[in-house]
């Protein structure tokens, strides 16, 4: 019999934590191979397990119709296998049919990274909790801000090394991701207010490369052969940023010497290209997003409802302009994808009940 209590008290102090846990799955727009998507994955991870939340993950490799054939993997389950929630982005416009799939089945989901943000979307779902209950909400990085402050040092750059064409005035060029993703035009809106801001630099053309490295090198033979006075190439995300830097060097050009070039993402690739200087400009950091994304979801599942203090949908400073020394501080304690040092139970409201309002942005990471 006391052998049979023992159990039992072993059981109680075991239950809770199976009892409650929560789970999540993270639709993942990106390839598992692809460092930005790869790393948005590691912080999730340290995440959830430093918040004792059940986590799993699906890559769609930028296939957007796999976002959908996973959405409906996850609702065909048996209910008692389905997550509690269900964590998605808006990459390529996918959001409000996602958002329809799950409601229908019930299952809770918070957008991620890319909000809803265009009126034909906007007709579709309305806002959280309205015409699809389920949607909780959204938390989005201010994009704004990393093509603001990238295309602000660009410039900056330009005007040390006098790279001025005859006619007196900086000529930019600027290579986007793709235009359905708000992300992406949020980035380019930030890199065109920084432009009308200078006064002296001429945005000659912006080109879109979906993300990708080989089709920016594509788009740049022609680009560099149109406008010859350009010496600035501001690029939405590092991949695209280094398609254009090899065909400038294809062309003999020297990136940091005679043409200066930025770039979003904290990938080690980029880091070092920082350092090295052939990069004039770096901002990153949004990747921790879907970890601050799991931290607000674990507050709502412990009666913590992020809505009544800070709305429900969320667009935050999360940017880090990185300096080549931020560049070191980073790769020391990220370098090898390892977040277990973050403790992001300080970050939650119902660990700590003093905490009022939620600080996102990367750089207390870096500090």
């Known amino acids: 019999m006391k052998r049979l209590a023992g159990v039992l008290v072993l059981l109680l102090l075991v239950l809770p ?147 001025q064409a005859p006619d007196g005035r900086l000529h930019l060029l600027a290579i986007s991701g793709d235009r359905s993703t708000p992300t992406s035009n949020r980035r380019g809106e930030g890199m065109r207010r920084a432009v009308a801001e200078a006064g002296d630099v001429v945005l000659d053309q912006e080109i879109f490369s979906g993300w990708n490295m080989a089709k920016a090198a594509e788009q740049s033979e022609w680009l560099f052969q149109r406008y010859p006075l350009a010496r600035l190439v501001w690029a939405g995300n590092d991949q695209m940023a280094f398609g254009a830097m090899q065909i400038w060097e294809k062309r003999g050009g020297k990136p940091g010497k005679d043409a200066w070039f930025s770039a979003v993402n904290a990938s080690p690739e980029a880091m070092a290209t920082l350092k090295s200087g052939r990069l004039a400009a770096l901002a990153g950091g949004h990747f921790i997003c879907g970890a601050w994304s799991l931290v607000m979801l674990y507050d709502y599942d412990h009666g913590r409802d992020f809505a009544e203090a800070e709305g429900v949908e969320l667009n935050q400073s999360m940017f880090a302009l990185f300096t080549q020394k931020d560049a070191d501080r980073f790769v020391a304690r990220f370098g090898q994808l390892r977040f277990d040092q973050v403790n992001f139970r300080r970050f939650s409201k119902v660990l700590n009940p003093k905490l009022k309002r939620y600080d996102f942005n990367f750089r207390q990471l870096l500090d």
């Open 17 to 163: 934590n199976l009892v409650w846990a929560m789970s999540v799955a993270f639709i993942n727009p990106g390839k598992p191979d692809e460092t930005y998507w790869l790393t948005v994955t590691k912080a999730m991870e340290a995440a959830a397990q430093d918040l004792d939340i059940r986590f799993e993950v699906y890559y769609a490799e930028r296939q957007h119709p796999k976002v959908f054939e996973f959405a409906r993997q996850i609702v065909a389950r048996p209910v008692a296998d389905r997550p509690d929630y269900v964590v998605i982005t808006n990459d390529y416009a996918t959001g409000p049919e996602l958002l329809r799939l799950f409601d229908a089945a019930g299952i809770k989901t918070f957008l991620a990274f890319s909000g809803i943000s265009e009126a034909v979307e906007r007709a579709v779902t309305g806002r959280p909790r309205e015409h699809f209950k389920g949607w909780l909400g959204s938390l989005e990085p201010r994009a704004q801000d990393a093509g603001y402050l990238t295309a602000k040092a660009l410039i900056e750059q330009g005007r040390r090394a006098q790279a």
